[in-house]
């Protein structure tokens, strides 16, 4: 038994040193959406601290368009040595891969797990002087008068655009989807009125919030958010049982060696629990989670499920 130990732990030796010695060059951090998003958001305040504890620059490279799938698939197709990692989404693991098959990339096996960065929820926000002052306001008149309103979303595919489809389906009406290329550019024309409101992250519309160019109706979870409990949720607010979660991760194109993918989520989780990483999530209305590379797999493989029978049942594709 002990030399079967030592011969397993004379193995594991290359490995450790890998780990140890990588990485010797700089990493880029691939957002797949514009600037101003919440993913791009959170690389560039994840990526100095994780930067400085792995002793290297991350540099964050955002490749926006189809909703994700671009950036996503350059990360599948770049080589599995450690440099290159996914901003990941709920978007680009999940939702995408539902609403159409055809996208180049295998969601559940072209990419290694790293970790979850945390999930939030995402808000319908209006212009602040919209004339809508309550979800049910506006709610009536899109009843009242199908297809003159409509909504911005982030992207077609992305969990912005999904938690408009599902809020089209539960009430009962049509409003018109325009989708962008991120968050940025969206709430952007939120705030000029150039659509009748938007539903993008809590994470990404803070800022604007607090600022007071943008009024938040309702958000989309389940429940009310840390840091914005006075904002009531849209099954609050006449859509009963509508609860949707937007969720942020890190993922590595396959073949990343499994002690490089458990060192970056190491080092990840501990930045996501330095104090004042932690307090800036929470005021965006973000948990920080830290998950392991199994659990975000398995994760994951439920929500492909879950948004794939949403999608089925609305009869919703994106080509």
């Given at each position: 038994?002990?030399?079967?130990?030592?011969?397993t732990?004379?193995?594991?030796?290359?490995?450790?040193?890998?780990?140890?010695?990588?990485?010797?060059?700089?990493?880029?951090?691939?957002?797949?959406?514009?600037?101003?998003?919440?993913?791009?958001?959170?690389?560039?305040?994840?990526?100095?601290?994780?930067?400085?504890?792995?002793?290297?620059?991350?540099?964050?490279?955002?490749?926006?368009?189809?909703?994700?799938?671009?950036?996503a698939?350059?990360?599948?197709?770049?080589?599995?040595?450690?440099?290159?990692?996914?901003?990941s989404?709920?978007?680009?693991?999940?939702?995408?891969?539902?609403?159409?098959?055809?996208?180049?990339?295998?969601?559940?096996?072209?990419?290694?797990?790293?970790?979850?960065i945390?999930?939030?929820?995402?808000?319908l926000?209006?212009?602040?002087?919209?004339?809508?002052?309550?979800?049910?306001?506006?709610?009536?008149?899109a009843?009242?008068n199908?297809?003159?309103?409509?909504?911005?979303?982030?992207?077609?595919?992305?969990?912005q655009?999904?938690?408009?489809?599902?809020?089209?389906?539960?009430?009962?009406?049509?409003?018109?989807?325009?989708?962008y290329?991120?968050?940025?550019?969206?709430?952007?024309?939120?705030?000029?009125?150039?659509?009748?409101?938007?539903?993008?992250?809590?994470?990404?519309?803070?800022?604007?919030i607090?600022?007071?160019?943008?009024?938040v109706?309702?958000?989309?979870?389940?429940?009310?958010?840390?840091?914005?409990?006075?904002v009531?949720?849209?099954?609050?607010?006449?859509?009963?049982?509508?609860?949707?979660?937007?969720?942020?991760?890190?993922?590595?194109?396959?073949?990343?060696?499994?002690?490089?993918?458990?060192?970056?989520?190491t080092?990840?989780?501990?930045?996501?629990?330095?104090?004042?990483?932690?307090?800036?999530?929470?005021?965006?209305?973000?948990?920080?989670?830290?998950m392991?590379?199994?659990?975000?797999?398995?994760?994951?493989a439920?929500?492909?499920?879950?948004?794939?029978?949403?999608?089925?049942?609305g009869?919703?594709?994106?080509?």
């Amino acid at each position: 038994m002990q030399r079967r130990t030592l011969l397993t732990a004379a193995a594991l030796l290359p490995l450790i040193a890998r780990a140890q010695s990588w990485p010797t060059k700089p990493i880029r951090y691939v957002v797949p959406f514009a600037a101003g998003g919440t993913t791009d958001i959170l690389a560039r305040l994840i990526a100095p601290k994780l930067g400085a504890a792995l002793g290297q620059t991350l540099v964050v490279d955002n490749k926006a368009g189809a909703g994700g799938v671009l950036g996503a698939d350059s990360v599948a197709k770049s080589p599995a040595d450690g440099y290159t990692i996914l901003g990941s989404t709920i978007s680009t693991q999940a939702i995408n891969p539902a609403l159409n098959p055809k996208i180049p990339y295998n969601a559940g096996k072209d990419f290694a797990p790293v970790t979850m960065i945390g999930a939030t929820s995402n808000c319908l926000i209006v212009p602040a002087g919209s004339p809508f002052k309550t979800v049910q306001e506006l709610l009536a008149f899109a009843r009242r008068n199908p297809g003159k309103l409509s909504f911005s979303s982030a992207g077609s595919g992305t969990s912005q655009h999904m938690s408009g489809e599902l809020l089209k389906q539960m009430a009962g009406t049509f409003i018109l989807h325009i989708p962008y290329r991120g968050s940025g550019p969206a709430i952007q024309d939120v705030i000029a009125g150039q659509v009748d409101f938007g539903i993008d992250t809590l994470v990404a519309a803070a800022a604007h919030i607090k600022a007071g160019t943008l009024r938040v109706l309702a958000v989309t979870a389940g429940k009310r958010v840390k840091g914005f409990e006075s904002v009531p949720t849209l099954a609050e607010s006449g859509v009963p049982g509508y609860d949707v979660q937007s969720w942020q991760a890190v993922h590595a194109p396959a073949g990343t060696p499994r002690e490089l993918v458990l060192r970056l989520q190491t080092e990840i989780a501990k930045v996501l629990q330095s104090p004042d990483i932690r307090q800036r999530l929470e005021t965006m209305g973000l948990e920080p989670s830290g998950m392991a590379p199994d659990e975000l797999a398995a994760f994951e493989a439920r929500e492909r499920d879950k948004w794939l029978k949403v999608v089925q049942a609305g009869g919703l594709k994106v080509e």
